[in-house]
């Protein structure tokens, strides 16, 4: 069933794709399981789009299929959003990088799971993550970019917040078109491939604490 979501977010067939998630649920299977095999499907049709294979259009519509699967399995999302006052995570994709389909289903995929998210946006510059997590004190940083440009970007912010909070810095994390090399490259102290990962790791880090990892943290896998 699972190879059937994919194809079916993969294909647009939001209708099929959305009757297999249903009948996933009612065979008893892992709901946050079904909604990576969505967004699997998510990311077909990206890599479609960057190779002229689809239109933005259809990334719109892959991205709606994934907001219904997520209502499917996960029922309204609880609307707390960007009006916490103290967030526990700031969120956004990194200068030069216009890219927030995957930030978007990871931060709605965060809120789900009760974690409180400033969304920044999208092209943000090193000095804009500062002054966000200077004014909400957030213990977590995650950044997103899903192009090479990004990489040299997220070493700017992440250097630049090193920089100005020391040793009592925030934990970064970053996600997107992302692995342990660019995770070494960028000095961030986790990346993850997935919005589940990303979320059930914010997770963790603010049980542990403050969300600071020590400096001798390996790269999430």
């Known amino acids: 069933m699972r190879k059937l979501i994919v194809s079916a977010v993969a294909g647009i067939q939001e ?7 249903r009948n996933g649920l ?10 990576e095999e969505v967004r699997t499907g998510v990311e077909i049709v990206l890599e479609r789009y960057n190779r ?11 991205a709606d299929i994934y907001k219904h699967a997520q209502q499917v399995v996960l029922g309204p999302a609880d609307g707390t959003g960007d009006s916490g006052r103290h967030p526990q995570i700031v969120f956004g994709t990194v200068e030069r990088d216009i890219h927030d389909i995957g930030k978007n289903i990871t931060i709605v995929t965060m809120r789900h799971y009760g ?11 090193p000095a804009a993550f500062l002054e966000k997590l200077q004014q909400t004190g957030a213990p977590i940083l995650c950044l997103s970019g899903l192009i090479s440009d990004a990489y040299d970007s997220m070493k ?11 040793e009592r810095r925030p934990t970064i994390i970053i996600g997107g078109l992302v692995n342990e090399v660019v995770c070494s490259y960028t000095g961030a102290d986790y990346w993850v491939k997935n919005c589940t990962e990303g ?10 604490g403050d969300g600071r990892c020590a400096s001798e943290s390996r790269a999430a896998k």
């Open 156 to 166: 700017k912010t992440v250097g630049l917040i090193k920089k100005r909070f020391g």
């Open 199 to 208: 979320a059930e790791l914010c997770i963790r880090l603010l049980k542990e």
């Open 52 to 62: 002229g294979e689809y239109f933005l259009a259809d990334v719109v519509m892959a």
């Open 15 to 21: 209708d099929k794709a959305i009757s297999l998630v």
């Open 115 to 125: 974690l409180e998210v400033l969304d920044v946006g999208v092209n943000v510059s």
């Open 26 to 35: 009612a065979r008893g299977i892992d709901p946050f399981t079904l909604l």
